[in-house]
């Protein structure tokens, strides 16, 4: 069932979402050559605090994963794009990151990532990432009242076939709301005209994540968490969530 917002709870989102905008802000000013993984999991943690916010990360459990996940942040490396986890690596200069963040303030959660390299960004990564980015700001741009799922997924798998870079169509965007995962699933590719009707009120995160090899394949490690290319190439993450309203599409996780 799809719950559409109030714009009261639009505004109330918009505090949650602006919550998970500080905590990417802090934890990339903290992201540097020699920093732990785990250490920006603490800044992350500090933001979450600070706010009186809540982790929708912290402990979850899903179907595919075999055991909770251990922070507030997913913080993936290089070939690995998504669900990467808080270890105790050390980031390199040249290292992409890929750092996705939750918060639950008063009852309403917000969920964005982020991509950026440490120290140097060579060339082929400022193209994904440039590439990546503008697919979330085309999935966005199609979340028009009155258009339809599908329009946002065919928008975002353009950019990557166009592009050359690998896609999948697991772990897309989602409702948000009361919690993280909630209808509608918003595949990273699809077609236009299809799917769910956009209203007035849907609250959705919008994710594209490609992989710079084209390969649509990944793997997923020994931890049942971090999601790597097979090929060993790097991948990249952006992610907001919005509020399909009647002038358009609004940005919530933004400070
Ligand atoms: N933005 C990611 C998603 O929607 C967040 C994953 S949270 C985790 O799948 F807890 F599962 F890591
Ligand atoms: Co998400």
């Known amino acids: 069932m799809v719950e559409l917002k109030t714009p009261g709870e639009i505004e109330a989102m918009a505090a949650a979402g602006a919550v998970v905008a500080r905590a990417l802000a802090a934890t990339r000013a903290a992201a540097a050559v020699g920093v732990r993984l785990g250490q920006l999991d603490e800044v ?4 979450l605090r600070e706010a009186g916010a809540s982790s929708p990360f912290l402990g ?21 794009v998504l669900h990467g986890t808080p270890t105790r690596y050390r980031l390199r200069d040249g290292d992409l990151l890929s750092v996705d963040c939750g918060a639950t303030l008063d009852g309403w959660t ?3 990532a982020i991509s950026f390299c440490i120290g140097t960004t060579g060339p082929a990564d400022a193209r994904l990432l440039e590439r990546t980015e503008a697919a979330l700001t085309a999935g966005i741009a199609a979340a028009q009242p009155g258009a339809r799922i599908g329009d946002i ?7 990557a076939r166009d592009a050359g870079y690998g896609l999948s169509t697991d772990f897309g965007g989602h409702g948000v709301g009361h919690t993280m995962h909630e209808s509608p699933h918003i595949p ?17 995160a919008i994710e ?12 997923v490690d020994d931890d049942g968490w971090t999601l790597r290319s097979t090929d060993g190439s790097r991948g990249a993450h952006f992610e907001h969530t919005i509020a399909v309203t009647d002038d358009g599409p609004r940005v919530l996780t933004v400070c």
């Not at 992350?44 to 933001?47: F, P």
């Not at 590719?189 to 959705?204: Q, S």
């Open 188 to 204: 990273n590719d699809g077609r236009p005209g299809r799917g769910m009707r956009l209203e007035a009120g849907l609250t959705v």
């Open 44 to 47: 992350a943690r500090g933001v």
């Open 60 to 80: 979850y459990q899903p179907s595919f994963a075999g055991s909770p996940y251990p922070g507030v942040v997913c913080l993936s490396v290089n070939d690995a």
């Open 208 to 219: 594209p994540w490609f992989l710079a090899g084209g390969q649509d394949a990944y793997r």
């Open 110 to 112: 917000g969920d964005a």
């Open 153 to 159: 997924s065919a928008a975002i798998g353009a950019v």
